[in-house]
Nanobody
Framework: QVQLVESGGGLVQAGGSLRLSCTAS????????MVWYRQPPGKPRELVAT???????TYADSVKGRFTISRDNAKSTVYLQMSSLKPEDTGVYYC??????????WGEGTLVTVSL
């Protein structure tokens, strides 16, 4: 079965940095797009960053220049390096994997809290 496991969330002060990881199993993630979403408490889920199977990246305007998405296909892992963190970055961050064919998959999320 497909499983996505996120890690790296926690509490950090504004201006600090944090790196999230998501490791996939049971799927050929090398041939999939990998995506990070986030959801602040009580608010809709929003797209944060994407990385395609050919390593093309996109970012939400709110995080561009501060966040970097990357992938390590040998480890079936996608990363989100977050720097210059702001309180508005607080939320549950979700990993999403989209194969060329078939359904997409979601992780259970990891909580990021940015304090003043």
């Amino acid at each position: 079965q497909v499983q996505l496991v996120e890690s790296g969330g926690g509490l950090v002060q504004a201006g600090g940095s944090l790196r999230l990881s998501c490791t996939a199993s049971g799927i050929d993630s090398d041939r999939s797009a990998m995506v990070w979403y986030r959801q602040p408490p009580g608010k809709p889920r929003e797209l944060v960053a994407t990385i395609s199977r050919d390593f093309t990246t996109t970012y939400a305007d709110s995080v561009k220049g501060r966040f970097t998405i990357s992938r390590d296909n040998a480890k079936s892992t996608v990363y989100l390096q977050m720097s210059s963190l702001k309180p508005e970055d607080t939320g549950v961050y979700y990993c999403n994997v989209r194969p060329l064919i078939g359904r997409e998959y979601w992780g259970e999320g990891t909580l990021v809290t940015v304090s003043l």
